[in-house]
């Protein structure tokens, strides 16, 4: 009896003692997280993690240093000139692979967080691709938070049983229910471009449609020349399609084209999943819309990963490394994904509280071809996807396919070559 007391003793003491360190593991008062989430179910998603951070450690204030913008492209602006002007942020959004490799990593202005996969056993339920977009020299860079699906055809199913309409699966069902709805006064597909993303996003999907998941990625390794016929095969595609979308979609943002489908002005949008937690957001319960994959990608699925990192000076660098843990937790994972839109990271995720659009795109994820995004940080760096995004904005303007394939060739080759 007097052993077993002294064993509970000690158990207490050490429990204490790992309670003490746990506690002392956050000195700072603050932690600044910068991220481009500020509508929607990204705002939501953001607070959950927020919250289960302040769960665990509530005298630490999160300021939340989010900046508006599609796709990130003013607030990775404002990052840049923060981290280079020695003003960084405690944790920062970046999308794993080239975004974060090539514009941080590289050049040494990041904190590796190996340890954190380490003591939490995330190897083994963190898919490998998905840590290796993360990882670099023997180290992993950032935590993964959530995946989203770029090549999604969201329709209102309404419009499409008025007019008997098949949900297209090729380029060809595209173009046939675009031209019946077209004759009946309706815009065929929804279109946003104001934030200067949303044309390379969608004329990616077309990519992925014309030459499979091989053949995309191959364009952005090096293995598939831009001059290849199907390129352009791709370029007169995405012509025709422009042909279908609303003219003044270089003044809208793409929830803004997505209010067209919802009111059955227009019939689709192709963007990403963050359109299902946007609608959960507005809760649009009335809204009968759909998903599919965009024409011609059935049976792949162009992932796009959101993850947190730490820069290497960060004032409050202690708190950031528990803001990272919580990111990357079942617990998080599993109230973060349903309200972004997007599904978890983790294999061992709870998915049956998710809603129709995540459990399609989860049983995707298990076994479609995945390939990354260029728009969205992964399968380019940071200076080739943007001269690729103006390119393709460019061409929505001239329709000059044969000017647009060089200028392609020639952006591919010089980043490859740096």
Known sequence: MKKLFLLILVGLVFAGMSMSVLAAEVTSNELEIFSWWTVGGEATGLKVLFDEFHGKYP????????????????????????????????????????????TWVEIGKMVPVTSIYESE????????GIRNLVAYDGEYWAVPVGIHRGNVLWFNKDVFAKYSLDIPVTFEDFFEVAGVLEKNGLIPLALGSIKGYELGHTFETVLLGTLGAEGYRGLWTGEKSWSDPGVAKALE???????????????????????YVIAGKAAML???????????????????????????????????????????????QDAAMEFLRVVGSKEAQEKFAPLKGCIPVRTDADTTKFNDYQKWSFNDWTDNEIVASCVHGSAAKESWATEYKDTINLFAADLDVVATQKALVSIAEEALAE
Not at 75 to 82: D, Q, Y
Not at 121 to 128: C, K, L, Q
Not at 245 to 259: G, I, K, Q, R, T
Not at 300 to 305: D, E, M, Q
């Open 270 to 316: 192709i963007q990403g999943d963050w359109v299902d937690g946007w609608i959960k957001a507005k809760n649009l319960t009335d809204f009968n819309y759909g998903q599919a994959t965009a024409p011609g990608t059935n049976g792949s699925f162009i992932a796009i990963n959101d993850t947190f990192g730490i820069p290497k000076n960060a004032p409050h």
């Open 237 to 259: 595609t995405f012509k025709k399609m422009l042909g279908y979308a609303n003219e003044d979609h270089s003044a809208l943002s793409w929830d803004a084209a997505m209010e």
């Open 59 to 102: 005298d630490v204030e999160i300021i939340n240093a989010a900046v508006g913008t599609g796709a990130g492209s003013t607030a990775k602006a404002v990052l840049v000139s923060r981290m280079l002007g020695g003003d960084p942020p405690d944790a920062f959004q970046v999308h794993g692979g080239q975004e974060l490799i090539d």
């Open 121 to 128: 056993g995330w190897n083994e339920v963190m898919p490998e």
